[in-house]
């Protein structure tokens, strides 16, 4: 059975407006991509300033962690931070003579 003539036209209209309100949308969006990328400032970095990097402190609470300490230290340790704190709270499992045992010879305090 064929559509009369008036709906098949009327749909054709339709999906071409639409076409082309995206197609537009697109150009625009294209065009702001242009102006924005050739007229925004930029920082010179020849004269940038340097700053100093932050110092970085990575405290993680611990209680009853024996079995997880090693594994947990390690991956703190590679992160690059300047200090790693365990706060062992009374644990009943040995959580701080590990973590103790496993910071020895690095830089610190190491308490």
Known sequence: MKL?????LGS????GLLTGMA?????YRAAT???NARTFPRLDRKHAAVSPR???SLLTPARDEAHNVPKLLGGLLRQGADEVIL???HSSDGTGDIARELCQ??????W
């Open 33 to 35: 991509l242009v102006v």
């Open 87 to 89: 706060l062992d709270d």
């Open 54 to 56: 932050p110092k970085v």
């Open 105 to 110: 010879g690095v830089p610190g305090p190491g």
């Open 4 to 8: 009369p003539r008036r709906r098949r």
């Open 12 to 15: 054709s209209l339709a999906q």
């Open 23 to 27: 197609l537009g949308y697109t150009a």
